[in-house]
């Protein structure tokens, strides 16, 4: 900015104030408010850039809401209108703090500031002037062209470098509230105001410094196979640990969640667990980062205040395991499970040396339910011929590397499901009223799921997979799935499903979520139908967070005992807030507890049923194109509790 001078020679830097831009990270900063509607349509998405398969997919009424990250950033920009509308400047200069000038920017913009005050003879200039944009995919118009300036009709993403006048400012003001992200709302506003934009841009946004913002339409585009992006890589373990936490009441579940949304591995106790001595802990602290509430021999714990490497995480009480006084205060910090979003989530970032999350802090979840507490079974039944597929598994803080002999033979005294109540009990092939038919795909598949590919004959839903070559479509193949209109949280999940044979296909039976993604899996490849690949995905966090970390989840493939393409059979999910069990024709074929490997999911998800081709030779072989027209069936569901 010091390179610039303004016409009568004054550095830019010398008349430049700083607006504080709003943290995404408070809560009440990104509330809907009488300035920002958080909730929009993909029709506006798609007014700026056309797009047929986010149209063909999801209609232009699909209702998409707004990452806290776009709300944020919508709410600096009113901000900074604001300042504008009630300021004497007749225009201002808006910059992002992400932005450089390209080589040229001030001929260019010199050029280009003439050519718009001949625009509007009669006026005092323009009301925008973009001198930062992307052109939407190429599709952006361009009207009254000249050599240094165009008038746009709409195609223009970013607002990171833009002049405003105090007319179009309040004009801006006049139209609030902002739906939907405040780059795309804007080009609804270009036939309102005296819009221009240089011919090329004059300043771009940096790339080297990495970026946090998070944009709704991602998933979307995701869905439709727009972006066919890798699955997001588990972040390492922060190393932010060993830390012991001493809380009462619900501050213990909701601070063990909380640590775990940081990337800390934790592990929480009750009153019930063992005593802790030198032996254990240090074998403890080996698998995990965190520990909430342990049970520490008094010996011990004086100790512990002498080690420089642990750190000690006290509530406000006057409950106090053993006397802090000793420690170094760089090593105790003191907490109370009250205030703000923000202040809590301070105390526990500025302890670790850790960034705040842009997530809510975590409510508690109840206890009984045992989320972070260790329930693994250290009682290994051998078991023959089950594959740990270790090579694919994650490394991240929300999985153990599991011990060897996992996974453990279920306990044979209790090795069958009993029978509880159906809440739902479905015959699929009649009636799909309890789901619908998919329309979208997602990065891996090979096939876009239409609902022309679910039909209902002989008592069953039929999903076909078929090769189907479609340029509109990205996808050589088609195929169907299907999903639960409602949302279920634990119960018996159970289906008669026949698999699809075949190398590169994928059978699923699976319950899902997205923000944060949890998933229960029941899969079958088609290059081995006489297995089952059985999985588990964990994301902390309350509904709403963005994490799908865990591209690989904690699969195990276990042997059926028979070829399940060749006729149907039962297969369960189980799901318990302390636990999970997988059974086939009514006998348990694997069992999990908490932290067995990852911690048990516990947010509402999603039945669905589909058939699909994987991009991974690795997961379910080569795809054999004369095995297709392919088909699986699924008949006769229950959901019970």
Known sequence: MNRFRTESGISLVSITKTQPAVDARDGRNVA???????????????????????????????????????????RSHIEVWKAVATGETEHVLILEDDIWFRPGARALIDRAWIAAQSRFPDSKGPDLLYFSYQNADGTAERRDVCRNLFRPGRGLWFLSGYVLSREGAQKLLLAMPVKGPVDMWMNRRFDELRTLALS?????????????????????????????????????????????????????????????????RVRVFDLGDAMIGVDDLSAILADFDALVAP?????????????????????????????????????????????????????????????QPIAAYPDARPFEWRLFRDDRDHKIYSRKSVEWLAPLSDSSAWALRPASGWPSEPDPMSSALTEIYPLVD?????????????????????ASFEHQCVEQEL???TLTLRACPNPK????????????????????????????????????FFLHRAG??????????????????????????????????????????????????????????????????????????????????????????????????????????????ACLPAVAQIRSIRISR
Not at 538 to 549: E, K, L, R, S, V
């Open 516 to 625: 944060p993604r949890q998933e229960i899996d029941f899969e079958i490849t088609g290059n081995d139908t006489t297995s089952v690949l059985l999985n588990v995905f964990f994301n902390p966090g309350d509904a709403g967070t963005n994490a799908a970390y865990g591209y690989r989840g904690s699969p195990c493939r276990i042997p059926l005992g028979f070829d399940a393409s060749n006729d149907f059979h039962r297969y369960s999910i189980e799901w318990r807030p302390d636990s999970i069990t997988w059974a086939v024709d009514g006998r348990i074929i694997h069992r999990r507890g908490s932290w067995d490997p990852t911690p048990v999911p516990h947010l509402p998800m999603k039945l669905h049923f589909n058939l699909w081709a994987s991009r991974s030779q690795e997961f379910a072989g080569q795809l054999e194109p």
């Open 200 to 264: 090329s841009p004059a300043i771009l946004q940096r790339r080297d410094g990495g970026s946090d913002n998070s944009y709704s339409v991602i998933p979307y585009l995701a869905r439709a196979g727009v972006i066919d992006a890798d699955e997001v890589a588990p972040p390492p373990r922060v190393a932010a640990g060993p830390l012991l936490v001493w809380c009462s009441g619900e501050a213990k579940e909701s601070v063990a969640m909380a640590l775990s949304m940081l990337g800390l």
């Open 426 to 446: 479905s015959s699929i092939g009649q009636d799909l009223s309890d789901f619908s038919p998919l329309d979208e795909t997602f990065p891996g598949n090979l």
């Open 473 to 508: 479509l990205t996808r050589p193949y088609r195929s169907g799935a299907l999903v639960s209109y409602a949302s279920h949280q634990h119960g018996r999940f159970e289906a008669d499903i026949k698999a699809a044979r075949g190398g590169g296909l994928v059978t699923g």
């Open 32 to 74: 809907s408010t009488a300035d920002v509607d958080p909730e929009y349509l993909l029709g506006d998405q798609l007014y700026v850039q056309p797009n047929e398969l986010l149209e063909h997919f999801f209609g232009v009424n699909e209702p998409v809401t707004m990452t806290r990250q776009e709300v944020a950033v919508a």
């Open 459 to 461: 008592g069953a839903a």
């Open 295 to 355: 049970k520490i021999e008094s010996q011990l714990l004086v100790k512990l205040a002498e080690d420089t490497k642990l750190k000690f995480l006290i509530d406000r009480s006057d409950r106090r395991p053993f006397d802090i006084s000793g420690v170094a205060r760089s090593n105790v910090a003191e907490f109370c499970d009250g205030g703000t979003d923000s202040a809590r989530w301070a105390i526990l970032c500025d302890f670790l040396g850790l960034p």
